[in-house]
């Protein structure tokens, strides 16, 4: 599973206009009491390891409160995977 989709600074060529946004949509990551979630959703319901980058998640969440995205972690370790390989 690797999923990143992150908004970066957006710039127009031909105008020199630049849009910046801020923030990851990682939304198939967000949980829901409702079972109304992203990953909820019948085309992601063969998505699996949600569980395992909760773990990790909570984890980072405890040393380093508000700075690493599950969408990081998700990079992390495909990064990690495949230098392991």
Known sequence: MH????????????????????????????NSTNKQAEKDAPPNLTVRGFDFIDRIKSLV????????SCADIIALTARDSIAAT
Do not use: M, N, Y
Not at 4 to 23: I, M
């Open 3 to 30: 999923f990143h989709d992150c908004f970066v600074r957006r710039c127009r060529p031909e105008t020199l206009e630049c849009a910046s946004f801020k923030g990851c949509d990682a939304s198939i990551l967000l």
């Open 61 to 68: 969440e405890a040393e380093c409160p508000g700075v690493v």
